[in-house]
């Protein structure tokens, strides 16, 4: 390739709305441009990185016995509904009507597709198998932002395993995980594999491969012996607080403008955060819910929602609250409340001396008792962990620092097979469902967390398994017919040996055409210009270091090949 004849459209300056490092160097480098908020355009630089974090995918999954499929991205609404998850997607989910009126979906995922076609297998000798896809997905995303890191149409591997039992699924769930820490090396950046929520998805367990990131929407609970969880599913302990004993009776108090847990710290009267119940009520699979937790505590949302078992989860609206228990929120409590299901995070558990809201506009509740005064369904654990909280495993400090999901691995058992009538005859002849897996790697997704964690200020530095080119020979004076010979020569050599070559052989400054290569991030760049040749010399620079030095011409193609061969 001829950089004279390539489309690559480097720019000098970042794009005005980019915040995150890839965005900006992804489009300044000609890999990427927005189409829309969400959708991008891959441009050739970047379809040569994308083939090649598929192809590093395509070994690893077919080194575990994965086989290639290609489904529909479009999908009838009547098998998304045979799962639940037409509703349960929300507006997420593209949505769309056919010219005969039928509900189309434009597809989140595949479990409910990949289950569908599975259910041609009828024994249990056809099992255990391993499906994958590397194909489009859409997701509607209320806020796309980051360049590739959120978007709304975007390339996923999508793998699903079928097993005859959970002993089966956990070899293929082990299978996977130690693919995708193969994968992740390859794509030569770091991951700390973290418990976490299985969300719309369901099923018994997961593990998200999280690539640490100051950008990261993700926050991941870290301890020193190796416990991470994302903060929707970590646990910590807390430090015991100590109530004396009160047996003083509950008595109501005004509280006019207190609206806040802040607003009863401050009042005469009042009490500490940590000595305040705060009344939450949320709506569950359409069951009105309180949910109860310290003052000085916050709630994860998601911990609630896997906890209830709820596949819908949403705060109620201010006159489903006022219906419910007859107040406003800030005055909200659970004592007395006994037709509505209450539950209480274990903080609150053996706590006495509590005040918390009257169902009394403006009034609120001292000396409760939790356990004597309210009427607890279920304790449960949904606060939100915070930095320096006690790891349940090792007692040490909790660390929360930020990261990008960059795949996601879900013991989903028989929820889909079941939904889809995928059942196979045992060795009994009986009739079970398949025992399902799935597992996840964004691919665009990838290729913006390596230019996160690999780049400096002049430009990307890919590694040597992705880089869109292995080399770049820059070409100091094109018109000059003994520099050009060489450098098609060395061009034709390398090329020859199996290498990705580029030649800038552009009518630009030296200048230029550096600050190119460095900003593309090629790992190699031999410089080939009339004093170097006349010497018999090139200049050789490796790009992750800077390293410079001269190479006989002779020796270019053995050198920098070697270079190259060991880098991947």
Not at 46 to 62: F, L, Q, S, T, Y
Not at 77 to 96: N, P, Q, T, V
Request: charged share 25%.
């Amino acid at each position: 390739m001829k950089w004279s004849q390539a489309f690559i459209p480097t720019l000098r300056d970042d794009p005005a709305d980019a915040e995150a490092t890839s965005h900006k160097l992804l489009v300044r480098a000609g890999f990427i441009r927005q189409l829309m908020a969400g959708a991008y355009s891959l441009l050739p630089a970047g379809m040569r990185v994308r083939h090649k974090v598929i192809a590093i995918i395509r070994e690893e999954m077919d080194a575990i016995g994965g086989q290639e499929f290609l489904l529909p991205a479009i999908h009838p609404a009547e098998i998304w509904k045979r799962s639940g998850r037409w509703d349960d997607m929300g507006d997420e989910m593209f949505r769309l009507k056919d010219r005969k009126g039928a509900d189309i979906a434009l597809g989140m995922t595949h479990e409910e597709i990949f289950a569908y076609t599975v259910a041609e297998l009828s024994s249990y000798k056809q099992l255990p198998q391993i499906w994958y896809q590397i194909q489009t997905k859409f997701r509607d995303e209320p806020r796309p932002k980051a360049g590739l890191l959120r978007v709304r149409e975007f390339t996923m591997k999508d793998a699903y395993s079928f097993d005859v039992d959970q002993a089966g699924l956990d070899a293929a769930f082990e299978a996977h995980r130690e693919a995708y820490v193969r994968i992740f090396n390859r794509f030569g950046f770091e991951v700390l594999q973290v418990e976490a929520s299985s969300g719309s998805m369901g099923g018994s367990g997961s593990v998200e491969f999280m690539a640490p990131s100051p950008i990261g929407e993700d926050i991941v609970v870290t301890s020193e012996c190796g416990y991470a969880a994302n903060i929707e599913k970590a646990a910590s302990t807390l430090a015991p607080i100590y109530d004396p004993e009160n047996d003083a009776e509950v008595e109501e108090f005004a509280t006019p403008g207190v609206r806040t847990i802040a607003d009863l710290v401050t009042f005469d009267g009042g009490a500490a955060a940590a000595s305040q119940i705060k009344t939450l009520v949320f709506i569950a699979d359409e069951e009105p819910v309180l949910a109860l937790l310290r003052g000085d505590h916050d709630l994860q949302e998601q911990k609630l929602a896997d906890q209830l078992g709820a596949s819908n989860l949403r705060p109620a609206e201010e006159d489903e609250i006022g219906e419910l228990l007859g107040a406003h929120p800030g005055s909200l409590g659970a004592v007395g409340v006994s037709d509505v299901r209450i539950v209480a995070d274990v903080g609150l558990r053996g706590r006495s001396s509590m005040t918390t809201g009257a169902n009394n506009d403006d009034h609120h509740l001292r000396n409760v008792s939790v356990e004597r005064d309210i009427s607890v369904e279920e304790w449960l654990d949904f606060r939100a962990v915070v930095d320096g909280d006690t790891c349940t495993v090792c007692g040490e400090a909790l660390s929360l620092i930020r990261a990008i999901e960059v795949g996601h691995i879900f013991k989903l058992g028989t929820k889909y097979s079941e939904a889809m009538d995928a059942t196979i005859l045992d060795q009994n002849g009986k009739a079970k469902p398949v025992v399902m897996g799935s597992y996840g790697i964004g691919v665009e997704r990838s290729m913006a967390v390596v230019v996160e964690s690999s780049s400096d200020d002049n430009g990307i530095i890919w590694p040597a398994a992705l880089a869109p080119w292995d080399v770049v020979i820059s070409v100091i004076r094109p018109d000059d017919a003994p520099t050009m010979a060489v450098a098609t020569d060395l061009y034709r050599q390398l090329m020859s040996n199996g290498f990705d070559v580029i030649l800038d052989d552009r009518k630009e400054r030296p200048g230029v055409k550096f600050k190119d290569a460095e900003l593309v991030g090629i790992p190699q760049r031999i410089t080939v210009g009339p004093r170097g040749v006349e010497a018999g010399n090139v200049e050789w620079v490796v790009r992750s270091t800077g390293n410079k030095q001269d190479l006989a011409i002779a020796d270019v193609a053995t050198t920098v090949g070697g270079a190259i061969s060991a880098a991947k």
